[in-house]
């Protein structure tokens, strides 16, 4: 059954996965996730863009509908793109009505902490739209933070993020991601709020995980540390398709328990 809102504030730990598309949700619901994230690690993981910046709200919402029919009863998050929600409150609303109407999602996520987006999850929730929040390393403003690097090792980057957690829990969010930044950070701010912390390469005291689906199956190139790879199916998938090129080209596939009959009257009336 699908989790409600007051659920997930429970002190147990939250277990997340992103999904991208039919098969992947349906494999997260089955497994057991308590949230789904259609995120716009979309941009890297599935559309093969170097960032998530171009991935636009159409994008999102054409996932997030596969991503519903694989998942009906699992809490589906969808993330606000780059851009969709740093024009002012209106347009941010407008984005986040069109995900919840047009996907199926239950909530919305939107990352950093800036007085605009303070202002959107303000907005948003107050307007019956549940919102989580990301701080730490933000994905979609990678570029000004310097890079994909831990963010909040120095005193003033440390109080900055724990400082940017304890607004983005005022200003609404039911939850909130917690990306790249030290486990003993982590672990202050998920005591200092109470709302439940969601870590990614934030270290083992947080309320819960989230990682990206391609990573814990081993699909995507790169061993990540802050990852656990459960399966090695990108190297299987590698393997099955070449043995299926090797039967193709030996001509062992398709058999003729891949093939259907005709009778030979058929065919003998055939000019
Ligand atoms: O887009 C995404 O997948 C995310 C997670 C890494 C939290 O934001």
Redesign the pocket.
């Known amino acids: 059954m699908k989790l409600t809102l007051p659920e997930l504030r429970r002190d147990t730990p939250l277990v997340m996965v992103?999904a991208y598309d039919f098969p992947g949700a349906q494999q997260a619901e089955r497994a057991g996730m308590d949230l789904i994230?259609v995120?716009?690690?979309?941009g890297n993981v599935v559309l093969g863009y170097d960032s998530?910046a171009p991935v636009t709200l159409s994008d999102i919402i054409h996932h997030t509908r596969a991503v519903r029919r694989g998942a009906p009863d699992t809490f589906l998050v969808a993330?606000l793109p780059f851009g969709t929600y740093h024009t002012g409150v209106q347009d941010a609303m407008r984005a986040a009505v069109r995900v919840i109407q047009d996907s199926g999602a239950d909530a919305v996520?939107v990352e950093g902490a800036s007085p605009e987006v303070l202002e959107v999850i303000t907005v948003l929730t107050r307007n019956g739209i549940p919102v989580m929040g990301?701080v730490g390393l933000t994905?979609q403003t990678e570029v000004s933070l310097g890079g994909r690097k831990v963010q909040g090792r120095d005193e003033a980057g440390a109080q900055r993020i724990l400082e940017d957690a304890q607004a983005v829990e005022r200003a609404g969010a039911f939850a909130v991601?917690l990306?790249v930044i030290p486990a003993r950070l982590a672990r202050v701010i998920t005591e200092r709020l109470s709302i439940p912390t969601i870590g990614?390469g934030a270290g083992p005291y947080c309320s819960g995980q989230?990682l990206?689906y391609h990573d814990v199956l081993g699909l995507s190139d790169h061993e990540k540390k802050i990852a656990r790879r459960y399966a090695e199916l990108g190297q299987l998938a590698t393997e099955a398709l070449r043995a299926y090129a090797e039967d193709v080209r030996g001509r062992t596939f398709p058999a003729k328990e891949n093939s259907f009959i005709i009778k030979d009257e058929v065919l003998d009336k055939l000019y």
């Open positions: 992103t994230l995120g716009d690690s979309l998530t993330d996520k990301h994905p991601v990306e990614i989230v990206v």
